[in-house]
């Protein structure tokens, strides 16, 4: 098959979420499977000096945005003979300090910038000699798309257009802006409305996409049930429930081929399912580098994640000041709400022997974290996929999760089935349950045997891109069958 695929983020060029995971590895494992391949997605500042092979297309980009005309270029990035990424190079939108903010405040022209970039995609889609089949675009940033298609196709000649998947990775992200600026799609009144881009008389970018696109995916089977509910549907709730034939949920995948514990160049010790050993030397270096007591005794518990409401930074807060009478150490690592990571930093200051907090984005003490905890906390309010479990899995590290989204999809509980049981969860948004769950994980760190016993389940669960990528497949081939 024929793949276009568009994101706002790419892995590994690109990052600020488990987004550019996913695309990235859905890229490289539908290649792998032997489909042509393409991805569209902003070159933003720094890559072009990381990635030297970037080549310049000859490819001339002038679209209507508004009352104006906008130019821009395409680069690529030949990864293997059939997969390609297209780079829209435009300088003035993507060569700035973040992706879509700066000291924590939206760029004021992001609808601008990702509205071209959803017609950079359109155009490639249409244009590319090799003429995808399908185009499978990721979130708000690129919502737009299937509506450009589906227009160019009734009223601008585009005889045989590609058949168009969105996938949501996140609802509670919808690039909503005031009405003037759906201006700038170029697109007439007459899609402006309630059953299509219009959300309480703003203009809604995602929505275009839930509306116009032929199937829409997201990232775990039980978010997608979640997101036809009041509580979890954003005030889409009801666009999806109408839309329900069209929803499909697909768990995520894990590229192995990075997210390693033997042969990984972040970490110092090998270890695997056969030998735990090297776990803990990745311990004892992990609690060195922060600057901890260095103990391999004390449970080390672990967190690395956007400090975003989503993931439950109040409660673990909480639970955590209860917890750390206890003898047990927490490392944390992430950027977000300056008020989340005052918190963190504050918790930090009151235990300066017990907890270390990093501010910041750092992929490879994300890898040191993983392997070097024995517990990682994951109490999001909310959580499409959520992949750090699923690394926390491979690396032994057991999750302590909420049961939501795709972190029920992921783990296995002991109530659930005591042989396979592979981490701990929790029910109740709550200090107190999130604290239980603690003092659980506290009582299997001390029964070395029952311990050994969940990370060997947690170590051989299999969340290959290979069964995801098929997943995917399975999807394109109804989409073509359309
Ligand atoms: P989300 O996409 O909601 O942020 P996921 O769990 O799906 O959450 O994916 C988060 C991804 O981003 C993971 O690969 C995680 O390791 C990475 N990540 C998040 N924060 C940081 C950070 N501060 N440093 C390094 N990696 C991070």
């Known amino acids: 098959m024929k793949i276009l695929l568009a994101s706002s983020e790419l892995h590994p060029y ?13 890229a490289k494992f539908l290649a792998k499977a032997g489909h042509r391949v393409g991805v569209v997605t902003p070159l933003y500042q720094g890559i072009e000096e990381k990635f030297p092979d970037i080549k310049w297309f000859d490819w001339s980009i002038n679209l209507p945005m508004g009352s104006k005309w906008v130019q821009g270029e395409i680069w690529t990035h030949e ?8 780079f829209v190079r435009k300088p003035e939108y993507y060569f700035r300090n973040g992706l879509y903010e700066e000291r924590h405040i939206s760029f004021p022209d992001n609808s601008e910038r990702f509205i071209f970039l959803s017609k950079c995609a359109v155009n490639l889609a249409r244009h590319l000699a090799w003429k995808p089949e399908i185009v499978h675009v990721h979130d708000w940033q690129v919502g737009l798309v299937p509506l450009l298609i589906q227009h160019q196709h009734d009223e601008d000649g585009w005889v045989d257009p590609p058949r168009t998947c969105l996938t949501i990775h996140n609802l509670a992200y919808q690039g909503v802006f005031p009405k003037t600026h759906y201006e700038l799609t170029n697109l007439p009144q007459k899609y402006f409305h309630p059953a299509g881009t219009e959300f309480f008389g703003m203009f809604n970018c995602l929505k275009a996409g839930l509306e ?28 999806l429930r109408r839309r329900q034939n069209a929803l499909i949920g697909l768990l995520n995948g894990v590229d192995y081929e990075e997210w390693k514990t033997v042969g990984n160049p972040h970490l110092k ?8 050993s090297g776990k803990e030397l990745n311990k004892v270096e992990l609690q060195k580098e922060l600057g901890l007591p260095v103990n391999p005794d004390i449970p080390l518990f672990g967190n690395i ?33 300056p008020e989340f990571e005052r918190g963190y930093r504050r918790l930090a200051e009151r235990h300066p022997d017990k907890v270390s907090v990093t501010i910041g984005f750092d992929q490879g003490l994300s890898h040191r974290i993983e392997a070097g905890c024995d517990f990682f906390l994951m109490p999001s309010r909310f959580e499409p996929c959520g992949l750090n479990q699923m690394y926390s ?36 948004y709550s200090v107190r349950a999130l604290a239980k769950a603690i003092r659980k994980a506290l009582v299997l760190y001390a029964d070395h045997e029952l311990l050994d016993h969940y990370r060997h389940n947690a170590m051989s669960a299999d969340f290959s891109w290979e069964r995801s990528a098929d997943a995917y497949e399975k999807v394109y081939k109804r989409l073509i069958g359309m």
């Open 269 to 276: 010790h090998p270890y695997s399912i056969d030998d735990f």
């Open 79 to 86: 990864v293997s003979e059939n997969l390609t990424i297209y």
């Open 14 to 26: 690109s990052k600020t979420g488990g987004l550019a995971d996913m695309v990235g590895a859905l």
């Open 393 to 428: 899995l491979r690396y032994g590290t057991l999750p302590i999760v909420r049961i939501t989204g795709g972190l029920d999809d992921s783990v296995i509980d002991v109530s659930e089935d005591p042989d396979k049981a592979n981490g701990i969860k929790f029910q109740e």
């Open 212 to 239: 116009f696109s032929d199937l829409i995916t997201t990232v775990s089977p039980r978010y997608a049930r979640e997101i036809t509910t009041e509580v979890f549907g954003c005030a889409l709730d009801g666009v």
């Open 305 to 337: 994640s956007r400090l975003a409401d989503q993931k439950g930074v109040d409660i673990q807060l909480g639970a955590l000041e209860e917890m750390l009478a206890t003898d047990m150490q927490f490392v944390q690592l992430g950027s977000g709400s």
